[in-house]
């Protein structure tokens, strides 16, 4: 057990999504509340293209983190996929968001290449500000960040993640091979504490989906309900999880994590057998919308070799 | 010749010693001073603390050499890969021998380097409120505001014996020029009883004079300097040369097993003497592909009256 870059998604997984046997989908969506609305011609060319097209779980994971960014919000961006996923945003619908990176970056534009550390040199030319983590922190202590992005490799019902010991913290430092110590921190205890609204992108399997996960690294909601205020968190708790089989939110008042988008393809009872608790699925579950043909075009000249998004 | 330059194993002999706290890594991915780590190895060092935010693979690399006894950061791994192999190794199985480890969060140990810059006990801070970082750790205690009652984490200061810290250039005095991410490195150094400045190239203090907000280290916190040009490989020096990947990924493969450490250790540590005979194994083909391709020169401002 680990968290690999290789484990990151399971398995070769390119998703076929032909949407030849719902030919009338346009219509569909705009179907809600059960009028028909006017077909569209940009989202009839979308679905024209859809027709034909073929992206990998990361590609759908990355666009999906992407259209959680607001434009004009400040980002706090996390490594891996959400630095791909802020590149994204910033290319298509929110040109005007800012990029705070923990090593003192501060961005308003993408950077020119792919990045596989934060630290890379193509993120700090064209930079706006660099600087040190304790004044990106303090800002977002003080409560300038709208939305922070990050990994996690145990979540529970109440979106508390584990980044740091599968198996609990052991009572001595006496070497315990049953657990497993995973790297710890960084900035994710930061950004889930202070940050106005928590993004989180991580796998969807059982073992990772727990009822309680075994030592908070990252608190989201703690026991649900007002917990962060109890606790004297300033603001803030998860948003959203994508996750490698859907989007999941979180109620309003319980703060219990919830169902509410399903990745096409994947059926709602999968995700049910692979969460570690009766997870409630949302009255009006959607399907999450695939990566457009911009989204993708934009992710493999981003990605040239596939790092990221065809691991 | 000023005294404060020194080669690198002059350095490391004569300011680590073994049972120390080290701070290092401290700009997070970049600038990370490897050539220091690969000298303190050579030089058979025990019983370190080693400090940092995230350190990327230096510090695996020191625990699996069996340097190390405690640890005390926010993240121990490969960033690009993930696990560090060694750290769970010494943590999960006591191999080669068991350490404590004190975990933080990256805001948490920049407030407890800014406490010791300041010269003030701790720091209060809302982050990690709530997460179990602060259970049973020596160095956070919950404390309630003395104005507002409201709930704090108090840091406690964490003076380091030494700060390694790689930069861009600096005068023989260490008056030291950084760009680019700067991370806790300020406060690194301010916190530190004394400092080694591992820099690409040594320059004439009128450089440095002629942009002195580009001054992030003022010599007088300097305990030594040593000239290593690539001294940070494979981590990224802005303006020198780009991170290496593949070195990164390689290291992530070949010490999946202690057998596989072991072999990468003796080839790329304790097989080779100096930065220079590293570089050599490491390849002309290489640095020509990591060097800067393109310069990208700021503009200049002027300090005149």
Known sequence: ???????????????????????????????????????????????????????????????????????????????????????????????????????????????????YTMGDSPNILGAIQCGSTLDLMGMMQRGWVDAGFIGGAEIDKYGNLNTSYIGGKPHSDHPNPDFTRLPGSGGACDIAALARRLLIIMPHEKRRFKNRVDYITSPGYGTGGNWRETVGLPRGGPGAVITTRGILRFDPVTKEMYLASNHPGIPVEEILANTGWDLKVASDLKETPPPTREELNFIRAYDPTGFWTRG | MNRKILSMQEAIARFVRDGMSIVAGTALESLIPFSAGHEIIRQGRRDLTLIGPISDILFDLLIG??????????????????????????????????IDVEDHSNFTIALALHAAALGVPYLPTKTALGSDLPVNHPGMKEIGCPFTGEKLLAVQAIHPDIAIIQVQ????????????????????????????????????????????????????????????????????????????????????????????????????????????????????????ELKVKKEALSAPANFGY
Not at chain 2, 83 to 91: C, H, I, M, Q, T
Not at chain 2, 237 to 244: E, P, S
Request: one cysteine or more.
């Open chain 1, 1 to 115: 057990m680990g968290i690999e870059r290789g484990q990151y998604v399971q398995g070769p997984r390119i998703i076929q999504y032909a949407y030849q046997h719902r030919p009338t989908l346009g219509i569909e969506r705009g179907a809600e509340n059960g009028k028909l609305k006017p077909l569209n011609l940009p989202v009839a060319i979308f679905h024209f293209q859809a027709q034909c097209m073929n992206y990998t779980l990361p590609e759908l994971m990355v666009a999906a983190a992407a259209r959680e960014i607001r434009d004009g919000e400040i980002i706090f961006v996390g490594t891996r996929l959400p630095l791909l996923a802020f590149a994204l945003a910033k290319k298509t619908h929110a040109p005007r968001a800012i990029g705070f990176f923990e090593s003192g970056i501060i961005r308003d534009t993408p950077a020119q290449e792919v990045l």
């Open chain 2, 65 to 98: 050499a069996g340097c190390v006894r405690k640890v005390v950061a926010a993240w121990v791994g490969n960033v690009m890969m993930g696990s560090g192999y060694n750290f769970r190794r010494a943590v999960e199985e006591g191999i080669p021998h068991p």
């Open chain 2, 169 to 288: 250039r600096c005068d023989p005095e260490g008056n030291a020029h950084i760009w680019g991410n700067t991370g806790i490195t300020g406060d690194a150094a301010r916190a530190s009883r004394s400092l080694i400045l591992v820099t690409e190239e040594i320059v004439s203090p009128d450089i440095i004079r002629s942009d002195p907000n580009r001054t992030l280290i003022p010599g007088f916190l300097v305990s030594a300097v040593v000239e290593e040009p690539w001294g940070a490989h494979p981590s990224p020096v802005q303006g020198y040369y780009n991170r290496d990947h593949g070195f990164y990924k390689d290291y992530h493969e070949e010490t999946k097993t202690l057998e596989g450490f072991q072999k990468w250790l003796n080839r790329w540590v304790k097989g080779v003497e100096t930065r220079h005979s590293y570089l050599q194994l490491l390849g002309e083909e290489r640095i020509q």
